[in-house]
């Protein structure tokens, strides 16, 4: 089993920044990709990042791309998003995720086992 617990969310206001963390417990095997999703109101949950834990390559979608960084503290079983240049489409739920071996960093959400409860990040114009 995986836990994961997101922290960092808040209210900003557009132009402004962020950083998203999300602590991990549970069997490393079962982490062997990690990223964050988000789900706004009404609208179908988007894969934001994500990356192969231990410095693998990363994953971004076209909203994020030059605005978002994924990383992680792999010894210490910490995933981060700095969020950059926040706009008011990106306010959402923002869920941690993680999947085992045979994972891909872009997977669908179907695909991924472990969730997080989620933070809520709210950007106003």
């Known amino acids: 089993q995986v836990q994961l617990v997101e922290s960092g969310g808040g209210s900003v206001q557009a132009g402004g920044s962020l950083r998203l963390s999300c602590a991990a417990s549970?069997?490393?095997?079962?982490?062997?990709?990690m990223g964050w999703f988000r789900q706004a109101p009404g609208k179908e949950r988007e894969g934001v990042a994500g990356?192969?834990?231990?410095?693998?390559?990363?994953y971004y979608s076209d909203s994020v791309k030059g605005r978002f960084t994924i990383s992680e503290d792999y010894d210490n079983n910490m995933l981060y998003l700095q969020m950059n240049g926040l706009k008011p489409e990106d306010t959402a739920m923002y869920y941690c995720v993680a999947d085992g071996v045979g994972c891909k960093p872009g997977q669908n959400h179907e695909d991924w086992h472990y969730w997080g409860q989620g933070t809520e990040v709210t950007v106003s114009s």
């Open positions: 549970g069997y490393a095997y079962s982490r062997y990709c």
């Open positions: 990356i192969y834990t231990g410095g693998g390559s990363t």
